[in-house]
């Protein structure tokens, strides 16, 4: 066994101390053969972060102790342990290899650039750019847990990728460790090789020695032309106070200067480079980045919605290819969001606005309610999406606020065979006169892995769900993987927690967005005397209208205090009440 103190002695040693300043001419000593990009990928609390932390102070990017989850910035990322925002840090190695010629060792220093990704599925489209800047990845799996359902959705969107893979099974210092039954799932769901599995324990420092070597023995070099016009990929953005917004970037071809004139592929806008540099692991600048490199550039945009993820960056008034896999941001859950104090509006407004300077991937537009006044509909990219946003108000900006069950868009064609996407339940009464001919709504495929004695519970669940059993398989003799098509609607609410709730805490739940299917879907309006409350309104299936309906009513009588006069509260769809209680 490696204790950790001496692993990490290497911090001593000239070449992997942490550097006050990067120059231009040192980064230029590093050609394409000599970088590595790469990432970790890993289920929740497999040891994603540590495992970063580790590398960082085996290269003496940061000191030992400087704080554990270094890349996770966000107070919100602390507390739930996850990852929200993809981040990047350059490392400098010296990587030494024995020469059977001479007999002796040759050694190297290489430039390693970790791009820290976000793990859930929500954040899954900066994944998928934040691996297109990479040429492999280290896939993270619990050497006790073994393959849950994220580690499956995270290596698919690494396979897709055509990246590297190296496995490293990582807490082999747990009593209930397993690694060689680990090795057998790897085998079973992804045929990797056992024998390419590195073991490894982030918090004692065993086995990590093995790591970065195999980065650059397993990982290829970033491909790229040195000599062409400059063109990058767009990876991440935020904004700084004081510097305006700062965008991560991988340089696919030719270099990128201080003092340049680069433009984006997908606005046209020219901006002037003012700043760039890379990671190490604070903001270094250099002056230039070459190809292969990852770093950061500083354009003076004036908003993170100027700087779209995914976005090719390239030399000014040249003609270029964009890089492939733009796409705009697909929102999939929708709420409002009101001040808990109806005269805290503008208050709201500037917090909002400010944390979409950092968020530019949620969608805000102003709504009135007669029922909470002025506020937001928000659209996210997934409910953990929402959580974070909803919580980073709350813990950035002091913000209280209110929040609506989230919906999600539905598309509804009318007898004029015009469509129309519903964002919000409440708008579908505006096109009251129109007849509705059909519905559609969003499926996801869920992948849910469980022990094998729960399979009938879940089974039943998902049943319950309106799920569309796609594969039912065994990962090992204890656990099974399922996978359903089900709709949004359905596990946006309660799914998880009712699924938690059946395992005894067991079970592990991942999702990816799949088509629209068509649907008999209903506006459900909840009326007090008579009027009806928008913020109530919500679009349900046609079969589950009468329970949900039941259920709401019954739940508003115990809430709504006892008044001089009677109060009726109904549960109607269209002129037909379904429910009712006084």
Known sequence: IVLPERLLSSQASPEHRPRPGVSASELG??????????SIIAHVDHGKSTLADRLLELTGTIQKGHGAQYLDKLQVEKERGITV??????????????????HGTDSSSYLLNLIDTPGHVDFSYEVSRSLAACQGA????????????QTIANFYLAFESNLSIIPVINKIDQPTADPDNVKAQLKRLFDIDPSEALLTSAKTGQGLSQVLPAVIERIPCPPGNCDSPVRMLLLDSYYDEYKGVICHVAIVDGAMRKGDKISSAATGRTYEVFDV???????TPTGVLYTGQVGYVITGMRSTKEARIGDTLHQAKTIVEPLPGFKPVRHMVFSGVYPADGSDFEALSHAIEKLTCNDASVSVTKETSTALGMGFRCGFLGLLHMDVFHQRLEQEYGA????????????????????VQIENPAALSFNAGKRITACWEPTVIATIIIPSEYVGPVIMLCSERRGEQQEYTFIDANRALLKYRLPLREIIVDFYNELKSITSGYATFDYEDSEYQKSDLVKMDILLNGQPVDAMATIIHNQKAQKVGRELVDKLKKFIERQMFEITIQAAIGSKVIARET
């Open 400 to 419: 209280q606020v209110i929040s609506t069950i989230p919906t999600v868009p539905y598309i509804f064609e009318y007898g004029d065979e015009s469509k």
């Open 138 to 149: 280290l896939l993270v799996v619990d050497a006790a847990q073994g393959v849950q359902a």
């Open 277 to 283: 540099g890379i990671m190490h692991p604070e903001l």
């Open 85 to 102: 925002k993809a981040q990047t840090a350059t490392m400098f190695y010296k990587h030494t290899v024995e020469n059977p010629e001479s």
């Open 29 to 38: 000593q590093y050609p394409p053969e000599r970088i590595r990009n790469f």
